[in-house]
């Protein structure tokens, strides 16, 4: 078992700053993704950015060249560094950890972002 604790977010004006971290505890043994997912009030959950062990990185089109994901293998933790936001950036962030022997996705309890005009 996994559990994912969330850290980092708040509230925010339009041009801002924040870093999001998650720190990941429990059997987390094989090779596995780390990321980042945000919905969006009245909206479905989205992809924000996702990075594998090795450092390979995805983001969605929406973050590029503001966000910037990172990861502490050795403390098992992942971090989201997020600049330039807007109030569409406004969201819950949840973080993910994917599995890849196990195939199961693990969540964390969610970390309120909202950015005011």
């Known amino acids: 078992q996994v559990q994912l604790v969330e850290s980092g977010g708040g509230l925010v004006l339009a041009g801002g700053s924040l870093r999001l971290s998650c720190v990941a505890s429990?059997?987390?043994?094989?090779?596995?993704?780390m990321g980042w997912y945000r919905q969006p009030p009245g909206k479905q959950r989205e992809l924000v950015a996702t990075i594998i062990r090795g450092g390979a990185t995805n983001y969605a089109d929406s973050v590029k060249g503001r966000y910037t994901i990172s990861r502490d293998n050795a403390k098992n933790t992942v971090y989201l560094q997020m600049n330039s936001l807007k109030p569409e950036d406004t969201a819950v962030y949840y973080c993910?950890?994917?599995?890849?022997?196990?195939?199961?996705?693990?969540w964390g309890q969610g970390t309120q972002v909202t950015v005011s005009t």
């Open positions: 429990g059997s987390i043994l094989g090779p596995n993704a």
């Open positions: 993910n950890l994917a599995d890849f022997q196990s195939r199961l996705d693990y």
